[in-house]
């Protein structure tokens, strides 16, 4: 059971509701100084990668340092942060792209290392830290047997995965060893956005708009879209995948999905697009779990509570790329009852994450 604690708004009094944010990142010394390698050497190609981390690793603006140096801490500033904004506990996963952007044998290890550091940290502070297992999809067997050593050894909670890998998405067969692991586990797999692969990042980067303001959520919102199509479901109905920015979209879409589903399917239009055994919308409102990052306004808050279930909508900050103390006033103002609003910092969290 997660301890509730006061933010410098609540006056002192703690709420009565522990505040468990639910997609907050951090960066180990390795992890860094292997991404700083690849942005000086230019060592792969990917755009993406370049504008995000090839911004905030060596960016002098006051945004990117303090980023980038909060990022690295799993001690006393963090805390003193989630102190300040009445955070109980954040849900640590690697930030993006994480180690999916090394060849599969620098990523096979890094996850490992990063995995016993997050345990480490989490083993340090019980009550404050809990974390999501780093995988390397590029060896998908590996990244199975390293999932189950994260959970059944180091206690971690589930996985983090930074969606595409190199311009590869997880509904291709050859990654289900990572599904069957999380299904087994009972643990889920979060979902978490990056900027889209080459081939498809050209008119994002001519306006800026490949980032968090845009190209996240299309990226990872079709990354989910193909999961569902690919069957992911029907083979392991029970896996949980859980994602952020309030499902990057898709909860606006449910019944375009439904019917152009149908119609497509019914007509025999796709080879790559079969029967599936539910509606599309059934599976984002029985598989998925969703976290409220970056998105803390209430019009699209209630609206993703109405059609996916009020018992699938979690709390989330981003810190520290959206450290806001402002916005845990607006989500602590939203207009739900007492109990709804303790499922909705920390109830569904408890249980996702089995705190
Ligand atoms: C940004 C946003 C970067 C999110 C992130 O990780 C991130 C950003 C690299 O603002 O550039 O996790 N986010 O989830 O919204
Ligand atoms: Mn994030």
Known sequence: MVTPIPAAHDGGVAPPYARIATEEAFMTRDVYAATR???EEHAIDDPGFYALQGHYLTSTSERSTFIASRLQDLGDRRIADMDATGISMQILGLTAPGVQIFDAETAVSLAAATNDELAEACRRHPDRFAGLATIAPQAPAKAAEELSRAVTQLGLKGAMINSHTRGEYLDDPKFWDIFEAAQSLGVPVYIHPVTPPPNMIGPFLERGLEGAIFGFAVETALHMMRLIVGGVFDRFPDLTITVGHLGEGLPFWLYRLDY?????VTAKRYEAMQPLQRKVSD????NFFYTTSGMPWEPAILYTRSVVGADRVMYAMDYPYEYVAEEVVMSDALPLDAEEKRAFFQGI???????
Do not use: D, G, N
């Open 260 to 264: 152009m589903h149908k119609a497509s």
């Open 37 to 39: 390698r690849v942005i």
């Open 349 to 355: 969290a408890e249980k996702v994450f089995s705190l």
């Open 283 to 286: 599976y984002l409102k029985e």
